[in-house]
């Protein structure tokens, strides 16, 4: 594993303009990647297809309706639940947070799911560990990219709505592999084939508002049988808000079941998904549903860790990288690893430098 470059701005390199980058994808390792880049000197823009930024740190907001008709907000994270760290660099990020109180301590019941790990959840949603990370750099989101283009000088990024304008010294792709592999065949087949290879697991998420149930309370369950593998009180989690009498549910299907129910309808994930949860939080009795929908994710996680490859693909003489969990493991921490590697390796080539003419770096505030 490469050593993380350090979270401030450096010095000015003068007479020169900073390189231009862009950073396809804002999940943990396209922050990772794109924050150290900025500090060590480049210009950042980040693009995603999603309206935020976050990738599978995520967290949806909406209202429901109560029993007096009143709307209530609620929140679901349903992605990643939370994270853990054991490197020094992510570390430093997630100290970072405790100090400044954006990042909390979680202690789910039973006290014994998941230990020895630290459970660490970002205070305000899933998501603010990636904005934190991104902090003013330029963030392009709610269209995909659908094309990468070499032209002289560099390169040129391709979305729905047309060429972008500027024009980019490197490229990152911070991507699922599938999708990397579209934008990759036309500049690296060798790459192309590899990411098409990587297995990805989906996942149907259920989100969720009931009444109460009967029984003692927990705030992480992994069922031994069923569709269900994790089950989430999410409003027990740090910083989310409680609804008395209530109880806000993220139920996660376990890979296997996702695969076979893969292509199903919403309506009837829903239902399964419901019927499995009301026979863990209440066997043999009734939940009154308040709110419910269901989101696939189609690339959950890596289905295998890799063992012994690079935390990051980098072509100097083009100017591409790629980085994401599907190159260290399917772990928060290990995206944000992947993201630093690929930096650092970016940030020690010797690239060609535009004449300062105008214009400086932005930098990350952390």
Same mark, same amino acid.
């Given at each position: 594993m490469l050593n993380h470059l350090p979270l401030h701005p450096p010095?000015?390199?003068a007479g020169t303009l900073p390189v231009q980058v862009a950073v396809v994808g804002a999940g943990v390792a396209g922050a990772a990647c794109a924050h150290t880049l900025a500090a060590s000197g480049a210009n950042v823009t980040v693009f995603d297809k999603s309206r935020g930024v976050g990738g599978r740190l995520s967290t949806r907001r909406t209202v429901w309706m109560d029993a007096s008709g009143q709307e209530r907000p609620v929140q679901f994270d349903h992605g990643a639940s939370d994270f853990s760290a054991h490197s020094l660099a992510f570390r430093a990020v997630v100290q970072?947070?405790? #100090?400044?109180?954006?990042?909390?301590?979680?202690?789910?019941t039973p006290s014994a799911v998941d230990a020895p790990f630290e459970h660490l959840v970002p205070m305000t949603g899933m998501p603010e560990l990636c904005r934190a990370l991104l902090g003013t750099q330029d963030v392009v989101t709610?269209?995909?990219?659908?094309?990468?283009?070499?032209?002289?000088?560099?390169?040129?990024?391709?979305?729905?709505?047309?060429?972008?304008?500027?024009?980019?010294?490197?490229?990152?792709?911070?991507?699922?592999?599938?999708?990397? *592999?579209?934008?990759?065949?036309?500049?690296?087949?060798?790459?192309? #084939?590899?990411?098409? +290879?990587?297995?990805?697991?989906?996942?149907?998420?259920?989100?969720?508002?009931?009444?109460?149930?009967?029984?003692? *309370?927990?705030?992480? =369950?992994?069922?031994?049988?069923?569709?269900? *593998?994790?089950?989430?009180?999410?409003?027990?989690?740090?910083? +989310?808000?409680?609804?008395?009498?209530?109880?806000?549910w993220v139920a996660q299907a376990s890979a296997a079941w996702? *695969?076979?129910?893969?292509?199903?309808?919403?309506?009837?994930?829903?239902?399964?998904?419901? #019927?499995? =949860?009301?026979?863990?939080?209440?066997?043999g009795g009734a939940v009154r549903w308040c709110h419910s929908t269901v989101h696939r994710w189609l690339y959950a996680r890596p289905a295998h860790t890799p063992l012994g490859g690079p935390g990051c693909w980098w072509d100097a003489a083009k100017g591409l990288g790629v980085c994401g969990d599907f190159l260290l493991g399917p772990q928060v921490e290990a995206a944000f690893l992947s993201g630093l590697d690929l930096a650092q390796a970016m940030s020690s080539t010797p690239s060609p430098r535009r004449s300062a003419g105008s214009g400086a770096a932005r930098f990350a505030r952390m």
């Open positions: 010095r000015s390199t970072r947070g405790l #100090d400044e109180g954006w990042i909390g301590r979680w202690s789910p709610g269209e995909p990219v659908t094309g990468l283009h070499r032209v002289p000088g560099g390169w040129q990024i391709e979305r729905d709505s047309g060429l972008w304008p500027q024009r980019f010294d490197q490229v990152v792709l911070a991507l699922p592999p599938a999708q990397a *592999a579209a934008l990759l065949r036309p500049h690296a087949d060798g790459w192309a #084939d590899a990411a098409a +290879r990587v297995p990805m697991e989906a996942c149907w998420t259920l989100m969720a508002v009931t009444d109460t149930p009967p029984g003692p *309370a927990f705030d992480v =369950l992994h069922p031994c049988r069923g569709p269900l *593998a994790r089950i989430v009180r999410n409003d027990r989690k740090p910083g +989310r808000q409680e609804i008395p009498g209530h109880a806000v996702s *695969a076979h129910h893969r292509d199903d309808s919403p309506a009837a994930v829903s239902e399964a998904l419901r #019927d499995a =949860l009301r026979a863990v939080i209440n066997p």
